[in-house]
């Protein structure tokens, strides 16, 4: 087998250091790991298979050599030095979401579209963590029924935010609790006991940037642009898990449930967890460290013939962002 040369732009973020961990865990073909951060951050360290790998700091001639650079350090981060990783002869799987909406770039995730990635110019984009777990639901449902709408409301942890966030909620969970005040620094009010309808800023649509987000990028994924689409994002005190309340108007009425339940439970990627009179569902705190999607509380619209009602949860640390990466550079290799 082929091995390849791996760097990790933000390797000591908690999305990079997932990133790692799942190169590891999945034995990806790696001959060469590259970890990649800041100035503030090169000269630590990372383990990659029981050896200590130093961080190197990220210039313009980190990617001589590169075969695959794996991005997860901000917007700004990649559209500077992507093009060089580029230019080096690397192929960029980019995890901010700066060139999702590009044209010419794929918005991937490898059992939806893993077509997409034909032709690509050398830079691949991976979704939102809450639009990968999303599309991979409707998947199915879009190609067995047809999708007319699709209503969102979601309920997303703090790691989505990083380090800084996850930080946050604990330390405010304590002051709470001992009846100390504490001033929030990374959101726009206290996350612990709370929930925060705004994700990212607000457009001049009365959106945040966020719910366009979901929108834009399960369109661009499904390849439909005539997708009827509203989303609602959420913060919630959780520590890692994104949760997602979804309605679904299908273009033709599924005759069962147990149909629809079946359809979902064989597709890539996605496990039926529903059984409520035994209270069994998908909850974010037991399904941390799952590479799988869940779905749960599948149930007819009342309200209209042809909807379905879903819950779906997924780590957003791993099928959100670096499970989804590495899978798209082993569907590359393959």
Request: net charge negative.
């Amino acid at each position: 087998m082929s091995k390849y040369v791996v760097a990790v732009v933000g390797a000591t973020g908690v999305v990079g250091k997932e990133l790692i961990e799942t190169l590891e865990a999945r034995n990806f073909p790696v001959k060469t790991l590259i970890p990649l951060a800041s100035a503030r951050s090169a000269g630590s360290t990372v383990s990659f298979h029981g050896a200590d790998i130093v961080v190197a700091e990220l210039t313009e001639t980190s990617f001589e050599g590169v075969d695959y650079a794996l991005f997860s350090a901000g917007g700004s981060i990649s559209e500077t030095f992507a093009p060089f990783a580029v230019k080096s002869g690397a192929i960029v799987i980019d995890n901010t979401s700066h060139f999702r909406m590009h044209e010419d770039v794929p918005l991937v995730v490898p059992e939806v579209n893993a077509h997409a990635l034909k032709g690509n110019k050398g830079i691949i984009a991976n979704p939102n963590c809450s639009t990968a777990q999303l599309v991979l639901a409707l998947k199915p449902l879009y190609d067995s029924y047809g999708i007319e709408r699709i209503v969102i409301s979601t309920y997303q942890s703090v790691s989505g935010s990083g380090k800084e966030a996850i930080e946050e909620l604990e330390a405010h969970s304590r002051a709470s609790l001992n009846g100390r005040h504490y001033e929030p620094k990374v959101y726009q009010h206290p996350i612990a006991f709370n929930v925060i309808p705004q994700i990212d800023v607000f457009e001049d649509n009365g959106y945040t940037k966020e719910e366009m987000k979901m929108i834009n990028e399960t369109k661009k994924i499904l390849e439909d642009d005539s997708l009827k689409i509203t989303a609602t994002t959420v913060r919630v005190p959780v520590f890692i898990g994104h949760s997602e309340s979804v309605n679904v108007q299908l273009k033709r009425r599924p005759e069962s449930m147990d149909e629809v339940r079946a359809l979902l439970d064989a597709f890539p990627g996605l496990s039926v967890m529903d059984n409520p009179e035994k209270s069994e569902y998908p909850t974010p705190r037991e399904l941390a460290g799952k590479d799988d999607t869940y779905v749960g509380r599948l149930r007819y619209d009342l309200s209209e013939e042809t909807g379905i009602e879903m819950w779906v949860v997924a780590d957003n640390l791993r099928k959100g962002a670096a499970l989804n990466a590495v899978q798209i550079a082993e569907a590359l290799i393959a």
